[in-house]
């Protein structure tokens, strides 16, 4: 199942066997690796896989030592796939105009997710094509700016792909087309779970300012991650989203931090629990939790008039309206392809035949979708699907990128936090 960002590593993966460069006629696709941490490392390596002659061209993070850690793990697990020498590594927060501004044909981007609307501009205006990991944004500002970046990469018929996995393993495709053809007749409501342990945590060391606290232990900040309702759920809303072929209309949320109220944590919730209405009243029961010593549940529901679908990771099963299972597959059994490594595979033939690929909206769609519930959660209030899309005033980005003194927000209280505010 998915991980958060930080944790995926090539430590477990085997190098490549036989390198993917040289091997055919088909044109070199120079890559640019922006953000550095697990999940940018993870992605390159799947770049590289993904299709012949594909390498590793420039890298960009804002820590040196992430992205020399990142150098050091792609030059042993790429091979002659690795080509990015010390002039095309570039480091802190404007890396990644050091990265478009050398001959990428396309970008992977993995920073933090508030980073992102930012740079897939930056990437568009390059007329590069763009890998995007998920989420999108962290805020209806940041996720309408990407939807209008959307509409500039198709006009420049630039391609842009993003890191939705379920959309491209065997077993999720084939349950929603069989949704979506009918078999478990009109959906009536829905469920989805990620229920899971705690993520990673980087204490805070001796002289780091408050901005670099903040960037280095990322995912316990709201205005960097989006909270995990946003980072990690992002899976299972866009899953639920896909299958219910919309997006909600509204949603009511509660969540808190139960255990882990130490301020060396920041301030994001580690629970969440949402309904959202859909169109035509169908509602779905979403839960996200992050405890250690509870019991896990990664898995999506829909409920029809004449039987349910289950979408989990490993397996998918459609269950008539009698309590019979009709239909079952496992993840692998159609087609045996790392989702991950898919997902470039994908975008290296869209950029070779000229035919672009553009899932902009689809992924800011389900980015706000976990904004949505995230909102209610925090505010206390049922909140719209138009009233956050125009929540103009949550923006939560700071003003200047230095380290230094920084705030730190305040953990959001339900009846008190407003979508009035920045950061």
Not at 116 to 138: D, I, M, N, S, Y
Not at 188 to 198: E, H, K, M, N
Not at 342 to 363: F, K, M, Y
Request: with cysteine.
């Amino acid at each position: 199942m998915p991980t958060p960002t930080d944790e995926i590593s090539l430590q477990s993966r085997a190098p490549i066997a036989h390198p993917r460069t040289d091997r055919s006629d088909a044109p070199l696709l120079r890559v640019g690796v922006i953000g550095c941490g697990g999940r940018g490392t993870g992605a390159a390596a799947d770049a590289v896989e993904s299709a012949p002659n594909v390498e590793i061209y420039a890298m960009g993070d804002l820590f040196r030592d992430r992205l020399q850690t990142s150098v050091e793990q792609l030059r042993e697990y790429a091979s002659e796939g690795f080509n990015a020498p010390q002039e095309r590594r570039f480091s802190g927060f404007d890396a990644y105009e050091g990265v478009l501004a050398t001959d990428v044909d396309y970008v992977i981007l993995a920073t933090p997710p508030h980073y992102r609307p930012r740079q897939l501009r930056a990437a568009v205006e390059a007329g590069t094509h763009v890998f995007f990991e998920k989420p999108v944004a962290v805020d209806p500002p940041g996720a309408r700016h990407v939807i209008e970046t959307g509409k500039m990469a198709e006009k420049k018929g630039l391609s842009l792909v993003t890191g939705t996995i379920y959309r491209r393993q065997d077993n999720f495709v084939e349950g929603v087309k069989r949704l979506h053809d009918g078999q478990i007749g009109d959906p009536l409501a829905g469920q989805a779970f990620y229920l899971t342990g705690p993520v990673w945590q980087r204490a805070r060391t001796p002289g780091m300012s408050d901005m670099e606290w903040q960037c280095r232990n990322w995912y316990h900040f709201t205005w960097l991650s989006g909270d995990h309702i946003v980072e990690q759920f992002v899976h299972n809303l866009d899953t639920i989203n896909w299958a219910l072929q919309g997006h909600p209309v509204e949603a009511t949320a509660t969540g808190g931090r139960q255990t882990r109220p130490d301020p060396s944590y920041g301030h994001i919730y580690d629970h969440f629990s949402v309904v959202y209405t859909y169109p035509g009243g169908v509602q779905v029961r979403a839960m996200c939790r992050q405890m250690e010593r509870a019991t896990p549940n990664v898995s999506n529901r829909i409920e029809g008039t004449e039987g349910r679908i289950d979408l989990n990771p490993s397996q998918t099963t459609i269950t008539d309206s009698d309590g019979i299972p009709v239909f079952e597959m496992e993840k692998g059994e159609k087609v045996d392809e790392n989702p991950y490594v898919t997902e470039h595979t994908d975008l290296v033939e869209s950029i070779r035949q000229g035919d672009p690929i553009n899932e902009a909206e689809q992924i800011a769609h389900s980015t706000l979708t976990g904004i949505l519930g995230r909102e209610a959660a925090y505010t206390g209030q049922t909140i719209t699907w138009d009233e956050i899309m125009q929540a103009d005033g949550l923006d939560l980005g700071p003003d200047t990128y230095a380290f230094g003194d920084a705030t730190i927000p305040p953990i959001a209280r339900a009846g008190e936090t407003t979508l009035q505010r920045s950061w």
